[in-house]
């Protein structure tokens, strides 16, 4: 009797543990297929809608330089025309790199976060030195967006939150496994405490890690300054086909 009430537990514990198996392969693939459409937007914008808005910007450029100077209504128009259009590129622009970062398809990684550091220390004043040690193996493209997008919400949190006034970047393959460490001497923060619903960035890079087997850990302590732990294992879909 005990016997078969425990082979029913294993029973149970094992297809428990399948479901949860399912879910996250089911969870993995609707991810994928949100990055790859979000891609093609990005994309179709950056080149559709980018090529057009730039043309007709120098459009006006062209029928501004063969009105006449007296003209002055004309001209204030043409100016808020053309005004108008620089800022709806710079949108278009942003817009497009939210969903996704397309100096990765055009850079590749390692140059796409060298950039994303090198702004990172323009906007913020902040000090931070990167080092990455490359050893030149082409990573599938889940797992480049899933390190860019890490090290952005990173650097977005400490301009945000660290009040630091250095970070670090480390990007290493180590055993097998992509690791990054991001720190930074700033405030820190009481990792358990809740935080509001609202707060997606750290939720975001858990899941993230989590979708690619890994895990994120964070250490950090108030008034010491905070570092992110990133471990992303190499499975074999890792290297880029
Ligand atoms: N480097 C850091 N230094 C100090 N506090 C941090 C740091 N990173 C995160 N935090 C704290 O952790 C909280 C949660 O971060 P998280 O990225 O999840 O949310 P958020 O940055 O507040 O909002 P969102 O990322 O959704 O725009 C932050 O509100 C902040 O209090
Ligand atoms: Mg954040």
Redesign the pocket.
């Given at each position: 009797m005990i016997l078969r009430d425990v082979t029913e537990r294993v029973a149970a514990e094992q297809a428990l543990l399948r479901s949860k198996e399912e879910l996250k392969v089911l969870a993995s693939s609707a991810h994928q297929a949100r990055e790859q459409e979000q891609h093609r937007i990005a994309r179709e914008l950056h080149d559709e809608l980018g090529q057009a808005l730039t043309a007709l910007r120098m459009m006006v450029v062209w029928v501004r330089e063969r009105i006449d100077d007296n003209d002055a209504d004309l001209i204030g128009k043409l100016e808020r025309m053309s005004e108008l259009l620089r800022e709806t590129i710079a949108s278009m622009r942003r817009i497009s790199s939210e969903l996704r970062p397309l100096i990765l398809d055009d850079l590749g990684l390692v140059p796409a976060i060298e950039t994303l550091v090198e702004r990172f220390s323009d906007r913020t004043g902040i000090a931070c030195e990167l080092m990455v040690n490359d050893t030149g193996q082409p990573l599938a493209d889940a797992y480049k967006t899933a390190v860019f997008r890490i090290v952005q919400?990173?650097l977005?949190?400490?301009a945000?939150?660290?009040q630091?006034t250095q970070a670090e970047v480390i990007i290493a393959e180590v055993d097998g496994e992509i690791v990054i460490t991001v720190s930074?001497n700033?405030?820190?923060?009481a990792v358990g405490d809740s935080?509001?619903q609202?707060?997606?960035?750290?939720?975001?890079m858990r899941e993230r890690a989590y979708l690619l087997g890994g895990r994120l850990d964070i250490l950090?302590e108030l008034g010491k300054?905070?570092m992110l732990e990133i471990r992303l294992p190499l499975a074999s879909e890792a290297v880029a086909s």
């Amino acid at each position: 009797m005990i016997l078969r009430d425990v082979t029913e537990r294993v029973a149970a514990e094992q297809a428990l543990l399948r479901s949860k198996e399912e879910l996250k392969v089911l969870a993995s693939s609707a991810h994928q297929a949100r990055e790859q459409e979000q891609h093609r937007i990005a994309r179709e914008l950056h080149d559709e809608l980018g090529q057009a808005l730039t043309a007709l910007r120098m459009m006006v450029v062209w029928v501004r330089e063969r009105i006449d100077d007296n003209d002055a209504d004309l001209i204030g128009k043409l100016e808020r025309m053309s005004e108008l259009l620089r800022e709806t590129i710079a949108s278009m622009r942003r817009i497009s790199s939210e969903l996704r970062p397309l100096i990765l398809d055009d850079l590749g990684l390692v140059p796409a976060i060298e950039t994303l550091v090198e702004r990172f220390s323009d906007r913020t004043g902040i000090a931070c030195e990167l080092m990455v040690n490359d050893t030149g193996q082409p990573l599938a493209d889940a797992y480049k967006t899933a390190v860019f997008r890490i090290v952005q919400e990173s650097l977005t949190n400490i301009a945000k939150h660290a009040q630091a006034t250095q970070a670090e970047v480390i990007i290493a393959e180590v055993d097998g496994e992509i690791v990054i460490t991001v720190s930074d001497n700033g405030v820190g923060f009481a990792v358990g405490d809740s935080r509001p619903q609202s707060s997606r960035g750290l939720l975001g890079m858990r899941e993230r890690a989590y979708l690619l087997g890994g895990r994120l850990d964070i250490l950090s302590e108030l008034g010491k300054g905070t570092m992110l732990e990133i471990r992303l294992p190499l499975a074999s879909e890792a290297v880029a086909s």
